[in-house]
């Protein structure tokens, strides 16, 4: 089943967000607000790569599938380390916001296949996860709406 | 004649459930000023703290020589506190007076005058404007300056610049009580009153130590837990204040939860609302939204989770939430044990959930009072010269944006609303970085109240930008200032105020300013005139000139808004009490309790917010708002309980809290000025258990540091009530005047962080470790009357205020108590 492989994407992508959840927060320590809340969601992730331990046992995850590969291909780099300035935590800030939309579409897609299967515990996986990756989006959102006049206007 | 330093709370009146609260009339005259020396009297309401107490000012040889109570008010029925009583007026004629205008030549603050000195802030502020545009403008109000003064410069900031970088400290102190407010009821306002004392049976304080910051407000609940039927009062503090002493005395219970567990204690008592059947279920169906999220966000939260966390008794949880669950009638009251403290909004709101899960809002004697710490703090939120629009308006509804826009007669463009205003920390944030240039401080004191005190010294005493303060004195805060502009204080201009409890206040100038000193109105004003700001059709945007003309400004501006001040008037304010809104062709007498037909004002075109996720701080958007259909329900929301930011740690191994004493309000700037309060509480210390201090090796007395890993300070130890593993410091005291080497700041300590929704900073929850450095000459300065009262036996008592008087007089008919009749 191509279900491995997004099982797979879901997994790594979480992971990748996570982590770059905590970098970003870590290196743009001056705003607490930052660094308090980009910890709290990364712990978010956290729990959704452990949530998906028994999933993958179940159906196993494929990295490489010669015949569903795309979601490979989409994978998203996370962020080693973090610009400088207002504009810097505004771009930091928005590729957060393009990986957290990879994650989210996974588990719109997984969502989809639970209910194909009738898979309660993917079901409840996906549904709780989606719905908090959309708390760590609209979190994004928010910061970014907040920091982008005095940024654009005004940072250097 | 009675020693208000000794006895606190004045003599008791206590009378049974149900009655109307009897008169005292409570009065102070300065040393040698007998009473048929006072030449006027001068109708007046009290500053010194949020209680908003009516009041009059004597006035002799045009001087302000002391006050009395106004019996005929609401809110004190005569009764006045200590700091009032003393502290209102020695201020007024201190040498230490700002007179004159202060510029920065050559490093120095050197007097100038107001030409030069407002000709600098235009130059500054029209070469910024020119070069970068609005947002370089920065502004940083109080919580006690007159309404009419923060609606001006909301107008000035938000229709003449157009920045959206205007805040007040009232962020520091009330901005939680605000933003809980509008999470739940859809806006701002207390929903509760004063008189629902007189009719509950029992009463909640969440990390509020009322006896202490609102003296008078206690005195009512004494008059009530001292008579033959009491109210059972449950106390939330760390430490053993007066409350957990009333607590114990009616059967009731004292929760002391670990500093920072605040939110887990809260989702244990809400979850046994649940368990033991103690939800209105009807009523929450009919009107609330919200339930099933809530009662699955507290179930992991059972007593024994409670205590593991909070490191309480479980059978005090169980308790405390029989009580709730279980009286007829209960208040609850809400201060700075939670609002500055870790997951303050999610806390806050906890307690709203708890009335409405059992439908207690709106009815006489079951309220909640979210409260402020300063008394004009209401108006800020109100006016929006804070993180608000003007008449309680949401930033984000397009609509009111545009109703502001044609009430000022400008491009809804201008108005900044693409976001919040911004908060007190993010604007110290853009002046840090310089991208804010000009920031301009009005009534208040960061350099000592602000958390993380030595980064926001570099801040404003940095060449990044130009820094305008305004103020009675030269404060730290002016110090650093690069023009100091003097101005008129309380009793020396005319402007109006509103209380915790919605109640409006006139206040009528009693004396002339000092010197060339100039009401923080017509300073604004005079920066509007220079600026020459202009509506849409080039008429000058401000056309008032005068407190009376600004308030029938504002009026307008409240029409249709839960904030509706239109049957108010210079005229109706003049009688012989404060009228707490609405006040309108509907409640020409004013509004005694809100929501007493549980409709809330959360409809998505009515509504102030959206709301918030709680514990991130994420907006909800005007579509989720809209398919909730809340149409006037109220909101039940929760959040899980994190741990707080800093652990605690080997090397910082003790909880720092910070807080206030009786005797003093904020940085002293006037109660440190009053002998009788002055010689009460005359410098800092801290307090620990004393557990904590045998261990350390520390004894009453003695001199020690405490240290943060953002700073120290050196002052003298206080072994008295509070719970093991916790220090606590009053943030009263400034370093400005003890010279170079340690100081004694409480804000040294403290970190730079706070709540997500209400952006309040946390005072009470960084780490800290304390070493003795030297041994004691005699006990610490710090009161033995209050909740710093020492274990040690012995210790020379609080006494020695200056005499004052205080006699019952016939209860007058007080409008609107329920007690007789009134709604």
């Known amino acids: ?156 | 004649m009675v020693d208000r330093i000794a006895d606190i709370w004045g003599s008791r009146t206590p009378h049974e459930r149900g009655t109307v609260w009897p008169a005292r009339v409570d009065e102070y005259l300065e040393d040698g000023v007998a009473p048929g020396e006072v030449e006027r009297w001068v109708q007046s309401a009290c500053l010194l703290c949020s209680n908003g107490c009516g009041c009059d000012i004597a006035v002799k040889d045009g001087r302000m020589v002391g006050v009395r109570g106004r019996a005929g008010d609401v809110v004190n029925h005569g009764r006045l506190g200590p700091k009032g009583l003393y502290g209102s007026t020695p201020w007024a004629r201190s040498s230490e007076r700002l007179t004159r205008p202060l510029i920065r030549r050559d490093g120095r603050l050197v007097e100038s005058d107001w030409e030069t000195a407002m000709g600098r802030i235009v130059e500054v502020s029209r070469r910024l404007l020119a070069d970068k545009g609005p947002l370089s403008h920065g502004f940083y109000t109080s919580g006690q300056l007159f309404l009419e003064e923060y609606y001006t410069l909301a107008v000035i900031g938000k229709a003449g610049l157009g920045t959206p970088h205007m805040d007040g400290n009232t962020r520091l102190c009330t901005a939680t009580a605000a933003a809980a407010l509008k999470e739940s009821f859809g806006a701002d306002g207390q929903p509760g009153s004063y008189t629902d004392i007189e009719h509950c049976d029992a009463i909640f304080l969440y990390g509020h130590n009322m006896p202490e910051t609102q003296t008078v407000l206690w005195a009512r609940i004494l008059d009530r837990t001292r008579a033959g039927d009491p109210p059972v009062i449950v106390c939330v503090d760390p430490r053993r204040t007066a409350v957990a002493q009333e607590a114990e005395r009616t059967g009731g219970v004292h929760l002391a939860p670990r500093v920072g567990t605040n939110l887990a204690l809260m989702n244990g008592l809400t979850r046994e609302l649940f368990v033991n059947g103690w939800v209105d279920q009807r009523w929450v169906a009919a009107h609330t939204v919200g339930v099933d999220e809530l009662r699955a966000t507290v179930e992991p939260y059972p007593p024994e989770e409670v205590a593991r966390i909070c490191g309480v008794d479980p059978a005090d949880v169980r308790r405390a939430a029989r009580i709730f669950g279980a009286s007829d009638r209960v208040l609850s009251t809400v201060l700075q044990g939670f609002y500055q403290s870790h997951q303050a909004t999610a806390s806050a709101v906890a307690v709203h959930n708890l009335h409405l899960l059992r439908g207690l809002v709106g009815k006489v004697g079951s309220g909640v009072l979210q409260m402020n710490g300063q008394p004009t703090a209401q108006n800020n939120r109100e006016c929006g010269a804070d993180g608000d629009l003007p008449g309680f308006r949401n930033w984000d509804n397009e609509a009111h944006v545009r109703e502001l826009a044609g009430l000022w007669n400008v491009d809804p463009l201008v108005i900044p609303h693409w976001a919040p205003p911004t908060h007190a920390m993010q604007i110290m944030s853009y002046a840090e970085e310089g991208s804010i240039g000009l920031l301009w401080i009005s009534a208040t004191n960061p350099a000592v109240s602000m958390p993380e005190s030595a980064r926001i010294r570099r801040i404003l005493g940095g060449e990044q930008c130009f820094v305008v303060v305004q103020d009675l004195f030269r404060t730290e805060t002016a110090e650093l200032a690069d023009v100091v502009l003097p101005a008129a204080g309380w009793g020396e201009k005319t402007g109006t105020f509103t209380n915790v409890n919605r109640t409006v206040h006139l206040s009528e100038q009693a004396v002339d300013p000092p010197g060339e000193a100039r009401s923080d109105l017509d300073i604004f004003l005079a920066y509007a005139s220079a600026m020459d700001f202009r509506d849409a059709d080039g008429e000058p945007l401000i056309a008032w000139r005068t407190a009376e003309e600004a308030f029938d400004a504002w009026r307008e501006a409240t029409r249709g808004r839960p904030v509706d001040y239109t049957g108010l008037s210079y005229a109706r304010l003049r009688g012989p009490t404060g009228i707490p809104w609405p006040v309108n062709d509907e409640a020409p007498e004013g509004t005694d309790r809100l929501y007493g037909d549980a409709t809330f004002p959360t409809a998505t075109d009515h509504c102030e917010t959206y709301g918030h996720d709680l514990l991130t701080g994420a907006e909800v958007t005007e579509q989720e708002h809209r398919a909730l259909r809340p149409a006037g329900r109220a909101f039940l929301k929760g959040a899980a309980w994190t741990p707080p930011h800093e652990p605690l740690s080997d090397d910082f191994p003790l909880l720092y809290t910070t807080g206030r004493t009786a005797y003093q309000f904020h940085t002293r700037t006037k109660t440190g000025r009053a002998r009788s309060l002055r010689d009460a509480a005359p410098d800092a210390w801290v307090e620990l258990s004393a557990a904590d201090a045998a261990e350390l090796g520390i004894g009453e007395g003695d001199l020690v540091r405490v240290e943060s890993p953002r700073g120290a300070i050196e002052v003298r130890a206080r072994i008295g009530h509070i719970m093991p593993g916790a220090v606590f410091a009053p943030f009263h005291y400034g370093s400005g005047d003890v010279g170079d080497g340690p100081g004694r700041q409480a804000n040294e300590l403290t970190m730079t962080v706070w709540d997500p929704v209400s952006k309040q900073p946390y005072f009470k929850t960084a780490a800290c470790r304390v070493t003795k450095v030297g041994d004691g000459d005699g006990p610490a300065p710090a009161p033995t009357t209050t909740a710093s009262a020492p274990v040690a036996a012995g210790l020379p008592a609080t006494v020695g205020g200056a005499p004052t008087t205080s006699r019952r007089v016939p209860t007058p008919a007080y409008p609107n108590d329920p007690a007789t009749g009134g709604r």
Not at chain 1, 35 to 46: K, N, Q, V, Y
Request: proline share 3%; net charge negative.
């Open chain 1, 1 to 156: 089943m191509a279900l491995a492989t997004y099982l797979a994407l879901a997994h790594r992508s979480e992971q990748t967000l996570a982590d770059s959840f905590r970098v970003v927060g870590a290196g743009h320590a001056q705003h607490p607000d930052v660094l308090f809340t980009c910890r709290a969601l990364a712990e978010f992730s956290d729990d959704h790569v452990r949530r998906l331990t028994p999933l993958v046992q179940r159906y196993g995850e494929r990295r490489h599938d010669g015949d569903v590969e795309e979601p490979e291909r989409l994978h998203a780099d996370g962020l080693a380390e973090v610009r400088q300035g207002p504009v810097g935590l505004l771009r930091d800030l928005q590729d957060l916001h393009v990986l957290g939309t990879l994650v989210q579409t996974t588990w719109t897609v997984l969502l989809q296949a639970a209910q194909g299967l009738r898979d309660r515990e993917l079901l409840e996986v996906a549904r709780q996860a989606g719905g908090e990756t959309s708390r760590q989006l609209s979190w994004l959102n928010t910061r970014m709406k907040a920091a982008a006049p005095q940024a654009l206007i005004l940072g250097s």
